[in-house]
């Protein structure tokens, strides 16, 4: 395995790229009108408004309330923050959804479970998911976009490890290689879509190991 760049970000740096993702999201949604807060994002069944509601619910809740909803919907974590987002979305104006968004800037809590790490991940991945369909295009910071990919890569959580097993990523706007095998190479913001599980990020992708990383990613939908 070898990589070119690591994304080792101390803990203030990790807080101050969360920070950024946030007030830069909120500014860039706050121009939406109301056709593009209904658009749908990139996550199946989730509009835009309900992507930028779930991205304020990141720093609210406690195991008790966790654990309340995770018994509510049977153990799907994945319905349950649907449901949560939806229903914020729909019982909250524009408006107050972006300022919901701007109040959690300088929070350093995070879900039950999960890490600052996760958090930047999912501001960073969403942050996609909301402007791809509208045709925008939102860097993603170097530094923070590795540290954020390479957790996404080591973590149990997003199904990364065998999604991308003996095939080598590497992106094609920064020095950053992982793992050894058939090529797949596409920019940082793609790498983090597939580290995902979302295939949007195999549009741009090139290289031998692309034909089998789609298959492993259409047969675990």
Not at 45 to 72: K, N
Not at 94 to 99: A, P, R, T
Not at 176 to 195: C, E, Q, R, T, Y
């Amino acid at each position: 395995m070898s990589k070119s760049h690591t994304g080792t970000l101390s803990a203030d740096e990790i807080r101050l790229a969360i920070r950024h993702e946030r007030l830069d999201l909120a500014s860039v949604v706050a121009e939406f009108d109301d056709e593009a807060w209904d658009r749908s994002s990139l996550c199946a069944g989730w509009r835009v408004r309900d992507v930028v509601a779930h991205l304020s619910l990141s720093t609210v809740g406690s195991w008790p309330q966790m654990l309340i909803g995770m018994l509510r919907f049977r153990g799907d974590f994945e319905k349950m923050s649907a449901v949560e987002a939806r229903q914020l979305a729909d019982r909250t104006t524009n408006s107050d959804l972006v300022e919901l968004l701007r109040a959690t800037a300088d929070s350093t809590r995070h879900s039950p479970g999960s890490s600052p790490l996760d958090q930047l991940l999912d501001l960073l991945v969403h942050g996609q998911d909301i402007a791809r369909p509208l045709a925008i295009e939102r860097a993603v910071p170097t530094l923070p976009g590795i540290a954020a990919l390479e957790h996404a890569l080591a973590s149990r959580w997003y199904g990364a490890k065998p999604r991308v097993a003996g095939l080598r990523l590497e992106a094609t706007d920064v020095e950053w290689m992982f793992g050894d095998g058939p090529n797949v190479s596409a920019p940082l913001a793609d790498l983090l879509l597939i580290s995902t599980g979302r295939r949007h990020g195999l549009e741009r992708a090139t290289g031998g190991g692309v034909e089998t990383l789609s298959a492993r990613m259409s047969s675990s939908n």
